[in-house]
């Protein structure tokens, strides 16, 4: 099982550049999510999407712009690369125990995007 | 708020025991703990959903105490493997607005020894 696949695992920026980071999914799950993890710190969430055609900003949005097409993929784009967006990217999608509501989402991780910006 | 954790950093000896605390602020819906290997993605641990609940899963396990602001994580007998670091998360969602967060605590470096 692939389970969630995040491409690509490394790159390398230069200010002002863009790109799309691409996470796709084989579990039919509603939910995705992309996180950023800086040094020493935990995961932020940037932005969500609780299912095809929906998206919804997290914690720290400013910079980043996402799209769900499909059910199966979430994309993250980066318009302007700045150096403060370097960091370690993580999608994760998610799916109900029981009845929508808090607390019932376990999360599924790919294995992380690399991302340095010059 | 993001929750926090305590230690911010343990070292062990394999065999040897550790308790990790996550404390909010807040009552919250549920705990769900994560742990994270070096240049890898989080994986989920176990989630834990009512006060008062308790949690096992081989040797580790996690309480969640009556009024759901704190949880702590047990790791019993550690071994080289449970090296890494440890997030307990939270997340809350209003379903009439919308709106969604999931925080995830300030984490915890485990490091055990041979």
Not at chain 1, 57 to 75: A, I, T
Not at chain 2, 53 to 69: R, V
Not at chain 2, 77 to 103: D, H, M, N, P, R
Request: hydrophobic fraction near 35%; include cysteine; glycine fraction near 10%.
């Amino acid at each position: 099982n692939a389970g969630v696949t995040q491409t690509p695992k490394f790159r390398v920026l230069k200010t002002g550049q863009s790109m799309t980071l691409l996470c796709a999914q084989d579990m039919n799950h509603e939910y995705m999510y992309w996180y950023r993890q800086d040094p020493g710190m935990g995961l932020r969430l940037i932005h969500y999407s609780v299912g095809e055609g929906t998206t919804a900003k997290g914690e720290v949005p400013d910079g980043y712009n996402v799209s769900r097409l499909k059910k199966q993929n979430f994309l993250l784009g980066l318009e302007s690369a700045a150096p403060s967006q370097t960091s370690v990217y993580f999608c994760a999608s998610s799916y109900f125990l029981d009845q929508p509501q808090a607390g019932q989402t376990i999360q599924y991780f790919g294995a992380g995007t690399r991302l340095s910006v010059l | 708020q993001q929750p926090v954790q305590s230690p911010q950093a343990v070292i062990l000896r394999e065999g040897e025991d550790a308790v990790i605390n996550c404390s909010s602020s807040k009552a919250l819906y549920s705990v769900h703990w994560y742990r994270q290997k070096h240049g890898e993605a989080p994986v989920f641990l176990m989630i834990l959903l009512k006060g008062g609940e308790q949690k096992g899963h081989d040797k580790i396990s996690a309480s969640f105490n009556e009024k759901k602001q704190q949880s702590s994580l047990y790791l019993t007998a550690s071994q080289l493997s449970y090296s890494g670091t440890y997030f307990c998360g939270t997340e809350s969602w209003v379903w009439t607005s919308g709106t969604y967060k999931y925080i995830f605590g300030t984490g915890t470096r485990l490091k055990v020894l041979a």
